[in-house]
């Protein structure tokens, strides 16, 4: 029998790879706590701002501040903003009575662990990349509870060492769902043909300009090799032309607020390679081709490099992502139905969806 929460403070924000999670765990608090008073911290700009109001949680935006550069203690002598900030959070902590404060990262998280820690509330942080985000490495400041993603991560970050593993909170629309089952309510929902494999882009929650260039401009190709597109344009991207002419479908969206459409139509996906997106192909079992963005610090290649060295995927630099190699290799491979089911199968294996549980199992621990 679990002990008891009633109210708690989850902070994260910027894009979708901070904003998901929290969801995610957010519901799996109300599926065991359906009293739980849940609040979540926000910054004025990020995408938390259309996700969680939609998603049906209590958003709070507290003012933006600036990052130092360097991690240091300094924080707690910053006045100005950070203080601002950290006086903000702290009154919406007192004021819900917070019993625990879980982070996921972005900007907004600090001036949460800073207030959280001053009133001696449990921290949780839940990390996902290599090497840990900035706001989350302030966090380990903090508080030693810190709770992973994924295994690559205790070996490859100094300080990550000690943490948990959990995995991936995941929503449970994508978790819970019976792909083949789906298929043809989602293929119908896109206009998509059953006959046909389908390619499903997606360059994360704010799109990726250079998939989305590459194989918009394979648009010919692909169609003329059978082959159908599912395109998610993403959230901050410009739109790009297709040719109109084509003999199959492909079919471009702004943004999917329901991702698991996405997956139940897809035979491949072509995406970058954002913690959340891996950890939802890999609990799929879907076979995907990661394009790691190429500006930041490795992180992308250090999520997809294990899917795929298990045989789950390919990997493909962003530089060599042309619409020539999109036909010498995506082509073959969407036509080619045993090796998409040995790389979904492998796919499969590294994946998992109890992320949601384990971390609230570790949260639990916190507080007790
Ligand atoms: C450029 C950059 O720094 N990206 C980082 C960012 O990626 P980003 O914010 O793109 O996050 P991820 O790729 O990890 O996750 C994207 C999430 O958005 C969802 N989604 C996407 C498109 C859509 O139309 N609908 C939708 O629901 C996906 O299902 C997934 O849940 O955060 C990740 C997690 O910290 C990091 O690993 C990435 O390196």
Same mark, same amino acid.
């Given at each position: 029998?679990?002990?008891? &929460? ?11 790879? !901070? ?7 957010? *519901? ?5 706590? @359906? ?37 240091? &203690? ?30 996921? +990262? ?19 942080? !839940?990390?996902?990349n290599v090497p840990a985000g900035v =706001? ?12 992973? +993603? ?29 792909? @083949? ?5 989602? &293929? ?14 997606? +360059? ?34 410009? @739109? ?8 199959? @479908? ?10 698991? &459409? ?20 890999? =609990? ?30 390919l990997l493909v630099d962003n530089s060599?992502?042309?619409? *020539? ?11 080619d139905r045993q090796r998409l089911g ?27």
């Amino acid at each position: 029998m679990m002990s008891q &929460l009633r109210s708690v403070v989850l902070a994260g924000g910027g894009t979708g790879g !901070h904003i998901y999670p929290l969801l995610a765990f957010a *519901d799996a608090l109300r599926r065991h706590f @359906p009293q739980i008073r849940i609040t979540t911290l926000g910054s004025p700009k990020g995408m938390e701002n259309q996700l969680i109001p939609a998603a049906g949680y209590d958003l709070r935006v507290i003012p933006a501040f600036q990052l130092p550069r360097a991690l240091n &203690l300094d924080l707690l002598r910053t006045p100005d903003r950070m203080y601002k900030s950290a006086a903000a959070a702290g009154e919406i902590i007192d004021e819900v009575q917070a019993e625990v404060v879980v982070g996921f +990262g972005g900007y907004v998280s600090v001036p949460a662990y800073l207030a959280a820690w001053r009133r001696e509330l449990p921290i949780v942080i !839940h990390e996902v990349n290599v090497p840990a985000g900035v =706001a989350n490495r302030m966090g380990m400041k903090f508080t030693k509870r810190v709770a992973v +993603g994924f295994p690559h991560q205790l070996e490859q970050a100094e300080s990550l060492r000690n943490a948990r593993l959990v995995g991936v909170p995941l929503r449970t629309g994508i978790t819970h769902m019976d792909r @083949p089952a789906l298929r043809p309510q989602a &293929l119908y929902h896109f206009g998509l043909r059953p006959d046909l494999p389908v390619l499903f882009v997606s +360059g994360g929650s704010s799109g990726a300009r250079t998939i989305n260039l590459a194989v918009a401009a394979a648009a010919k190709r692909l169609a003329h090799a059978g082959i159908q597109v599912l395109h998610v344009q993403g959230g901050r991207n410009d @739109p790009f032309e297709v040719p109109h002419d084509l003999p199959v @479908p492909y079919v471009v969206v702004p943004y999917l607020s329901e991702m698991e &459409l996405g997956y139940a139509a897809a035979d491949l996906m072509l995406c970058r390679g954002g913690a959340i997106t891996v950890a939802e192909t890999t =609990a799929l079992g879907m076979p995907a081709i990661y394009v790691p963005y190429p500006f930041s610090n490795q992180e992308q290649r250090r999520n997809a490099l294990p899917v795929v060295e298990s045989g789950g995927g390919l990997l493909v630099d962003n530089s060599e992502l042309t619409p *020539d190699w999109i036909e010498r290799n995506i082509i073959p491979l969407a036509r080619d139905r045993q090796r998409l089911g040995q790389m979904g199968a492998a796919a499969a294996q590294y994946g998992r969806r109890d992320g949601d549980e384990a971390l609230l199992r570790y949260v639990l621990e916190a507080v007790s």
